[in-house]
């Protein structure tokens, strides 16, 4: 079982930065693939970042890649998302997710989710 709770989000204005912070509890996260995904109003909950259990491999979206960075500390049970140069169509709620799978694209690939919290990105 684990438990994973969302923080960081807010408003904020196009080209500006936010960092969102992902905290576990129960199982260790060291044994998990860790991803966030995004969605929208009116859309399919769609990928952003993985990284692996080592936190030596990560993997983006092409909607995001230079501009967002994942990162996860094992010893903390957290995991983030550095968002630099956001932009309108950014605006979504984020959700921190965790799974065991070789895939991390998906939705399906995740066993654990957290609630989301809200980005906004004005213009």
């Known amino acids: 079982q684990v438990q994973l709770v969302e923080s960081g989000g807010g408003l904020v204005q196009a080209g500006g930065s936010l960092r969102l912070s992902c905290a576990a509890s129960g199982h260790t996260l060291s044994s998990y693939v860790m991803g966030w995904f995004r969605q929208a109003p009116g859309k399919e909950r769609e990928f952003v970042a993985a990284i692996s259990w080592s936190g030596g491999s990560t993997s983006y979206a092409d909607s995001v890649k230079g501009r967002f960075t994942i990162s996860r500390d094992n010893a903390k049970k957290t995991v983030t998302l550095q968002m630099n140069s956001l932009k309108p169509e950014d605006t979504a709620v984020y959700h921190c997710?965790?799974?065991?799978?070789?895939?991390?694209?998906?939705?399906?690939?995740?066993?654990?989710w957290g609630q989301g919290t809200q980005v906004t990105v004005s213009s």
């Open positions: 997710a965790a799974g065991r799978n070789l895939a991390y694209r998906f939705p399906d690939d995740y066993d654990y």
